[in-house]
């Protein structure tokens, strides 16, 4: 599908929040990639299909979304209007990785009090002076998305990590920029190419350049956010070159970083 739409990202002045990503996208959908925090995502129009850990999901108006880190998914717009989306990409220092298995489990959550609290919390983002509500009203979706994924002290068994998709996945984070042929990685971690990689696929549900790719597109982000220019984003993330940058990048986020930096100059009205 084309990717048509607008978005408006940037970094607030929050503890823990590493992004706020409110877009409009009528005729997107998102590959399988990952990202390594935490998605905290509501749909205000339309709905939202996605794939989580090889289950399906869906995204209603009434629906808190929360994706774990590390765990594949996609998404693509339900109906022929598309869907508008506000989303905030949290650290670990708000979710612990006790939540992941129950969030696996059961991603979309349909409490009323948490998605009234997350609509306010991206209400006071939008406003440069609020940033003791924001960071209080996140303290409050915080305890709330524990007590819902932890009835009684918490329910889920942690997520099957063999050990040997579990290092490779190690090495990839020790080195998104520089990157890692398989050869590197079967001397690294002892074992067959195809075997290595078939691990780390039936673990994670994604291939490791996959993997990768997204762990760098993430990156690139950021640093956009920070007003950086996409030829410096690219060589600073491992990417070729900017061509080689905008065409994941476009393809994981669905603009290209050019307008993607546009986007974090201004705020939704």
């Known amino acids: 599908m084309a990717a048509q739409g607008k978005v408006s ?14 877009a409009h996208y009528t005729e997107y959908a998102y590959p399988m990639h990952v990202h390594d925090v ?5 749909v205000d129009d339309g709905a939202v299909r996605y794939d989580l850990d090889r289950h399906e999901h869906g995204t209603p108006h009434d629906t808190v979304s929360l994706l774990p880190p590390h765990v594949p998914h996609n998404g693509s717009p339900v109906g022929p209007d598309g869907f508008r989306k506000r989303v905030l990409y ?3 220092s708000r979710l612990g990785e006790e939540l992941i298995g129950p969030a696996v489990d ?31 009203r996140l303290t ?24 040997l998709a579990r290092r490779l996945r190690e090495l990839l984070d020790e080195r998104v920029v520089q990157g890692l042929t398989l050869e590197q990685a079967t001397a690294l971690v002892p074992a067959h190419p195809a075997h290595l990689v078939r691990a ?14 997204s762990r760098r597109v993430d990156r690139a982000r950021r640093l956009l956010l920070a007003g950086r220019a996409p030829a410096e984003v690219a060589a600073e993330t ?11 990048f476009k393809r994981l986020v669905g603009v290209t970083p050019g307008r993607y930096r546009a986007a974090g100059a201004r705020r939704p009205s």
């Open 106 to 136: 059961g991603p979309d959550l349909r409490d009323p009090v948490l998605r009234r609290r997350v609509g306010q919390l991206h209400t006071a983002l939008v406003r440069p002076g609020d940033e003791l509500e924001a960071e209080s």
């Open 90 to 92: 949290l650290d670990a």
């Open 38 to 42: 935490w998605t905290l995502l509501i």
């Open 9 to 22: 990202a940037w970094r607030p002045c929050i503890p823990g929040v590493v992004e706020v990503f409110h």
């Open 140 to 163: 409050l979706i915080g305890e709330r998305l524990r007590d819902l994924l932890r009835p009684g002290g918490g329910r889920g068994a942690a997520r099957p990590d063999p050990a």
């Open 238 to 248: 491992g990417f070729y070159d900017q061509a080689h940058l905008t065409r994941h």
């Open 200 to 213: 780390f696929s039936t673990a994670y549900g994604i291939a490791p350049h996959q993997y990768l790719m």
